[in-house]
């Protein structure tokens, strides 16, 4: 150890409160026991994991941590006026907002990776922050490890943003890659991301698109500064993505990917989750297992992209981690609650019915004459123009067709598919996929 790290070290430690000790929990204890030394040169004083709240102190843990430290009292941490600064990596909407509250009212700043709270009460958090002088960190809420929310409220502040769109979920990213190249089922792909700690406590929040609908809400609130809240996000999960539809997307030189899209445009913002079909030759297309992309485009900056893992134990406390030396170093020089609620706009989001997308549809059909002109006569209709029309193949009179559209408005779409799916030559309407060509 060099002679300048002792002193940083000996210095009077930062204590830090942590709420939860799962996969992310142990991975800051981790990180903070293996990078202790040069975190405390950062920042001039050491970080100490002070008290742990866990659901079940006698549970074996993953980390070494000291017994007399893990507590089921969450008193024990927001009441002790020795821990200026709380970590929350336990999840889920109450109890955390009601600690978070009260650890920011008694002035500690806040630390955490709860994208399922801030998709919610992000703005009452800030204003709770701003109101005592606390620092409010999240990077950890988007996108795992990659750097995204200081980035977009920080380094990219000057610009106008238009757009900012990409993968944000790895658990489903994993599940696409690996149903893609090594033609896995969707539930053993499922349980490997989940063994690997990439899914939520409730894995349904990462397939029905839910996780990816919260990160798009914040990234939307903070590039666009308005306000967007969860359930404003349209989503739709990967659930329906059948190996049929990757195999037909592989052959037309695409790759279905679960995109979050968010938008301003004409005073509105676009925000919507759901699968999509990526041309091969886009970036997108080869961000494979548990790695998010994000793009942003700026007015200034032009076209930017953060890549990185989105997810697991180490790269999500990265993040956490990172926030923590934010806060401590501000601790150090007098400078909290700088950084505050940068939603000092109110733009509505636009019905999903008014945004326009190109489909891919996939059909099961009567397979005799005159079929496929009933169902373009229904389309063309309802104004949507078919780009390409492909019969996959025949079984027992019925024929499977695969349609692609031409650029239509959502609403016009739905009305035609009500229409088709109540033909009697119609079968089902196995999947509809929307198609993102120009991103
Ligand atoms: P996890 O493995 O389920 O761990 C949750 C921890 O919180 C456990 O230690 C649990 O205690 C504790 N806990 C939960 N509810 C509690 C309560 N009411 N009272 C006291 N303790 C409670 O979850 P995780 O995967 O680490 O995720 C934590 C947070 O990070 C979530 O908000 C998640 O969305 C977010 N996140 C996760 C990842 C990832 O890759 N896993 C990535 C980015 C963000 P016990 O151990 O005693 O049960
Ligand atoms: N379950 C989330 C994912 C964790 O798979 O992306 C990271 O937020």
């Known amino acids: 150890m060099r002679h300048w790290e002792a002193i940083f070290l000996a210095q009077e430690p930062i204590n830090v409160g942590l709420l939860g000790l799962g996969t992310v929990g142990s991975g800051v204890v981790k990180l903070l026991e293996q990078n202790g030394t040069a975190i405390a040169t950062k920042i001039g004083r050491p970080l100490r994991v002070a008290r742990v709240l866990v659901r079940d102190t006698a549970k074996p843990r993953a980390v070494s941590i000291a017994p007399e430290l893990l507590t089921t009292d969450p008193q024990q941490i927001l009441e002790d006026p020795a821990i200026p600064v709380i970590a929350e990596v336990m999840g889920g909407v109450e109890p955390a907002r009601e600690y978070l509250l009260t650890a920011l009212a008694r002035g500690k700043s806040v630390v955490t990776a709860n994208k399922d709270l801030l998709a919610l009460h992000g703005q009452e958090l800030l204003e709770t922050a701003r109101a005592h002088g606390a620092d409010f960190f999240f990077e950890a809420s988007v996108g795992g490890g990659i750097p995204i929310i200081h980035p977009l409220k920080e380094f990219l502040a000057a610009n106008r943003i238009e757009q900012v769109l990409g993968i944000v979920n790895g658990t489903t990213n994993y599940i696409l890659s690996k149903m893609t190249q090594e033609g896995r089922e969707f539930a053993e792909a499922l349980a490997e991301a989940q063994a690997l700690g990439y899914a939520e406590s409730d894995p349904r929040a990462d397939i029905e698109g839910d996780d990816a609908a919260r990160k798009l809400a914040i990234l939307a609130s903070i590039a666009f ?206 999947n509809v996929i929307r198609v993102e060509e120009g991103i």
């Open 225 to 430: 500064n308005t306000r967007v809240t969860y359930p404003e996000v349209y989503v739709e999960g990967i659930t329906r993505i059948s190996s049929r539809d990757i195999l037909y997307a592989g052959e037309l030189g695409y790759v279905v990917k679960l995109l979050a899209i968010a938008r301003e445009e004409g005073g509105e913002i676009e925000a919507r989750v759901h699968p999509a079909l990526v041309p091969r030759q886009h970036p997108l297309a080869a961000v494979s297992d548990v790695y998010n992309a994000i793009f942003v485009r700026g007015d200034a900056v032009g076209e930017a992209m953060f890549y990185g893992r989105g997810a697991g134990q180490m790269p999500t406390a990265s993040a956490v981690v990172g926030d923590l030396m934010a806060v401590a170093r501000n601790l150090v020089h007098g400078a909290t609650g700088q950084v505050a609620c940068t939603c000092f706009r109110s733009l509505p989001v636009r019905p999903m019915g008014r945004v326009e997308c190109q489909y891919y549809l996939r059909l099961t059909v009567r397979d005799r004459p005159g079929v496929l002109a009933s169902i373009a006569g229904v389309f063309g209709n309802q104004g949507v123009s078919l780009a390409s029309v492909i019969q996959k193949r025949s079984f027992d009179g019925w024929a499977e067709l695969v349609l692609i559209t031409h650029r239509v408005r959502e609403a016009s779409l739905q009305d035609a598919l009500k229409i088709i799916g109540g033909l009697s030559v119609v079968r089902a309407i196995d």
